[in-house]
């Protein structure tokens, strides 16, 4: 149905009170000096797989935190546990995406000075959650290559709003013939110039430049 | 953030609003006697691909449409157009589900008592389209193999909504070692006494049940 104007309105006003809650959050992380990357992506597209891997990694060197955004469950904060790294679920009930209002209370009792880097990893979903900042520094889009290389194409929004693109489950590239190709050119028409990451946290491919370019950001952050 | 009250009672008018519309559309499937399925799912599970051998299928004995639904892009629609069914895409923008003003829009031009069968193939999302009734008659969720375990868990209301299960890409089960047992007793937690097919559209397996399913479907229909 066509949305009434009314809706529209009031949904423009959560946008922008959304906004002005990211920027400020975004403030506080820099004057912190935490460097906070979210993930988005289809469910299933391999997010808390990858932030296992890298949590596993980076806790040898930094102080690193994880929020977790899910509609039920606290299945993906149980499997990050055990990475030692400090993690918190946020459960957001029907609501299909996090919103800053979400990062900013379960970030209460935690002290951000002590940690180098946050993630939030989003509601799987390649629709909702790009219309929300988070304050990140970084947003990052997954899609695996069982989902097919359209996808950039059938859902823009998401990818335009993201600054780095991963390709995940590499491991299963052969199986479901993916065309490597159409994908970069997929991506690139609709995120013109935007770097790309190959990997599976499974076998490990691409692991070591994905975890020297997390490495690199935290030097610079 | 809370959601203001002002907003929630305006989605509240508005659901109510495609509920009555949906169920006029309801009305007018049965009274034209087309059998109407709805698909959901997350991106990438599978939707346009089993839609593609079933209708290939079906044309020798059925006369079928589809209204396919994705935010950007007629690449299903054309997908499924080598298929002989009559084919529309809803091109949504950024709205992240077809609702039921979208579907009664799409068929104006179409002559429904021509239909034996009408496919809704709604857009890539496991959380938003579960609360739009579009007048269908059965709706089917899907879930890859590649997607995990846990999903019914993480995404329970689309599950609670839906009438058929569908595990695909049953081909890919054993590379990403997918535990069925596990998978089973998800989604029986989120929708207990749910029918569920596993098939691969791609290597055939367990597409001769489905097919009979969709048969007795048109019978009794």
Request: net charge neutral.
């Amino acid at each position: 149905m066509t949305i009434p104007p009314r809706l529209v309105e009031v949904r423009e006003k959560i946008l922008k009170q959304n906004d002005l809650l990211a920027q400020s959050l975004r403030q506080k992380f820099e004057k912190s000096g935490v460097y906070v990357i979210s993930l988005v992506s289809s469910p299933g597209s391999g997010k808390t797989k990858l932030l296992e891997k890298t949590l596993s990694w980076m806790y040898q060197k930094y102080s690193v935190a994880v929020l977790v955004g899910d509609l039920a469950t606290d299945n993906d904060a149980i499997r990050l546990s055990s990475t030692n790294a400090l993690v918190k679920q946020i459960i957001t009930g029907t609501i299909c995406h996090l919103d800053a209002q979400m990062v900013e209370n379960a970030l209460k009792d935690w002290d951000l000075k002590s940690l180098d880097c946050l993630f939030i990893e989003n509601v799987g979903n390649l629709v909702c959650p790009s219309s929300y900042d988070l304050g990140e520094a970084l947003r990052i889009v997954l899609m695996s290559v069982t989902e097919g290389e359209d996808k950039p194409l059938k859902y823009p929004t998401i990818f335009n709003t993201a600054d780095i693109a991963v390709i995940t489950k590499l491991d299963l590239a052969k199986a479901v013939e993916f065309d490597f190709l159409l994908a970069y050119k997929n991506i690139q028409a609709v995120r013109p110039g935007i770097k790309v990451f190959e990997l599976s946290a499974k076998s490990g491919q691409g692991m070591d430049e994905w975890l020297e370019f997390i490495q690199k950001l935290l030097q610079k952050g």
